[in-house]
């Protein structure tokens, strides 16, 4: 099946769910501001609502970003992850200006990780920003970029599909090096920290993740403000993987809790007991890890 077939069987199962997921009553209530939902390179406004639909109908205001815009191709996301940033950084200035809203939270998914955060750094996203819940967003960058540019084809022949016609001649597209795990571009967004002051990050992933894999790529170290979860710690037997972190419903409980309080709850889907061991893989399949790539020591318990 392909990837986009799946994604609206999975919003179409996720959505005939939203009334029977109601919100955490033990939660203690803060503040809510307004979400700004970076929406997935491959989501369309359609696909986009199985995300923003059911957090409306938590309480939530919810401001979607597409980062794939047909009428755009020179900021498609596969082209210029920078210039898709920028973007995201005028619309952003212009949703506050008009909704007059000073601050948000954002939920970023997959590549839009990375968009979101260079707009945090280099874009003025950060005077904006409260929270930021980060779905497997590659805080590491992404072992495919930094393997295709190895093999001197950035992206690879069987990628091209996903670039605007007229830029299917690049090689790389500016795209593969500002993602590429171990380049510079994603070395000078993680110095000196990949927290930056003033944001309290949501990092969240799955050792079911085989797309933006390993898992703990998505993951921080170092100084922040930050957290670090892991869904099978909350919910060890939820069919979480990376298409399904936006949409199923336990995944909308756990982002309601941690922008209402910053505690992570999740209603689970399935029985948590006996939980199920999972062994996250080492590296995506047939694509190695930069050479020299060393896994943070605090992760080495989730392959034991």
């Not at 960058?141 to 001197?152: A, D, I, N, T, V």
């Amino acid at each position: 099946m392909g990837i986009l077939r799946r994604l609206v069987v999975l919003a179409a199962a996720a959505a005939a769910l939203i009334v029977l997921i109601p919100a955490s009553a033990s939660a203690q209530a803060v503040k809510r501001l307004p979400i700004i939902y970076v929406a997935s390179a491959i989501e369309n406004p359609a696909l986009s609502e199985a995300f923003a639909a059911p957090m409306r109908a938590r309480g939530y205001e919810v401001y979607t970003f597409q980062t794939t815009d047909p009428e755009d191709p020179a900021n498609n996301p596969y082209v210029r992850i920078k210039g898709n940033a920028a973007k995201l950084g005028r619309w952003a200035d212009a949703l506050s200006k008009r909704t007059g809203h000073r601050r948000f939270d954002v939920v970023a998914i997959s590549q839009t990780g990375i968009v979101s955060r260079y707009w945090f750094k280099d874009y003025g996203g950060a005077r904006l920003v409260r929270k930021a819940v980060i779905l497997s967003g590659m805080i590491l960058g992404s072992p495919y970029q930094s393997y295709w540019l190895r093999q001197g084809k950035c992206p690879p022949a069987d990628r091209m599909q996903y670039l605007p016609p007229r830029y299917r001649g690049m090689n790389p597209t500016p795209a593969c090096l500002e993602q590429a795990m171990g380049g510079a571009d994603i070395t000078a967004l993680n110095t000196p920290t990949q927290a930056l002051p003033g944001i309290t990050y949501y990092n969240v992933t799955t050792l079911r993740e085989e797309e933006a894999a390993p898992f703990w790529i998505n993951l921080m170290t170092g100084p922040g403000d930050y957290r670090n979860i892991v869904t099978q710690d909350l919910c060890p037997n939820d069919p979480i993987v990376h298409t399904t972190l936006n949409i199923a419903p336990s995944m909308w409980s756990l982002i309601d809790s941690l922008l209402r309080t910053g505690t992570p709850r999740m209603s689970c889907m399935t029985p948590s007991a006996p939980a199920i061991k999972v062994r996250p893989v080492r590296a995506p399949s047939g694509i190695p890890l930069p050479p020299g790539t060393v896994m943070p020591a605090q992760f080495e318990k989730y392959y034991r």
